[in-house]
């Protein structure tokens, strides 16, 4: 069913505990473009998937290298939907899973926080296992150390989530009475399959410029998740 923005911004409000499933659409308002409908920039190159995948780092660790360098915006900031659920968190619980990997929740300040897919600025070197500032990896893909690989700790295509990543996400949309969905298509496997995990009392509530199909009763705005969150 399909509700209003005000309408939305009271269930926000009146919810006692919401968990936060965002995406994409979350952090474009910062200037973070999202890799999977830039298929312009990709004319021609083979297709994200690959790119970022396991075999991509290992068998052509340059091309992954030069890839994964273009997601890296250091620059960007919160904007108002990452600084309302962190202003959010202390004054109810709050969770958030995430699938961005950008680190601009944690920037917000978000502490009850899933980064489902990993994050752009947790790097470490495959080798010795050290942990590597991301500005450093930005330097060069090799540790100084001891010359190993170094890679920043997101979920790769053909990677599989950590037991801890999948048990905390679960335990984040089982805990609340709302869940909220935002910024995002809802299509990624697993990233979807997560709503299952909602206990049976809770309500779903969307956010996303397109409508989202998800199998189970849920309420719905069509609008930009910063018009909702401005409105907080
Ligand atoms: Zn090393």
């Not at 995948?53 to 360098?69: A, G, H, I, M, R």
């Not at 920043?152 to 295509?157: A, E, S």
């Not at 909220?180 to 399959?193: A, E, K, L």
């Amino acid at each position: 069913m399909e509700i209003t923005i005000q309408a939305a911004v009271q269930k926000i409000q009146e919810a006692k505990s919401i968990t936060f499933l965002t995406g994409a659409g979350v952090s474009t308002p910062s200037g973070v473009p999202d890799y999977r409908s830039l298929k312009g920039i990709y004319h021609g190159i083979e297709a994200p998937e690959y790119l970022l995948s396991s075999d991509c780092l290992n068998q052509e660790p340059e091309k992954f290298y030069t890839f994964v360098k273009t997601l890296y915006h250091p620059t960007a900031e919160p904007n108002v939907i990452h600084k309302k659920m962190a202003v959010l968190e202390r004054s109810k619980p709050v969770w958030i899973v995430s699938q961005n990997i950008d680190g601009l929740h944690q920037a917000a300040g978000s502490q009850h926080l899933v980064n489902f897919h990993g994050s752009l600025y947790d790097c470490y070197c495959r080798k010795c296992g050290q942990t590597v500032p991301w500005q450093e990896y930005l330097k060069s893909d090799r540790h100084e150390n001891c010359g190993g690989q170094i890679r920043p700790g997101i979920v790769l295509y053909g990677e599989g989530f950590t037991d801890d990543t999948i048990r905390q996400a679960i335990q984040a949309v089982n805990v609340s009475d709302l869940l909220v969905i935002v910024g995002t298509s809802f299509q990624v496997h697993p990233f979807c399959d997560l709503i299952y995990e909602k206990n049976e009392k809770a309500a779903v509530l969307a956010i996303n410029r397109t409508p989202i199909h998800i199998p189970m009763l849920h309420e719905f705005v069509e609008a930009d998740g910063s018009t909702v969150f401005e409105q907080l």
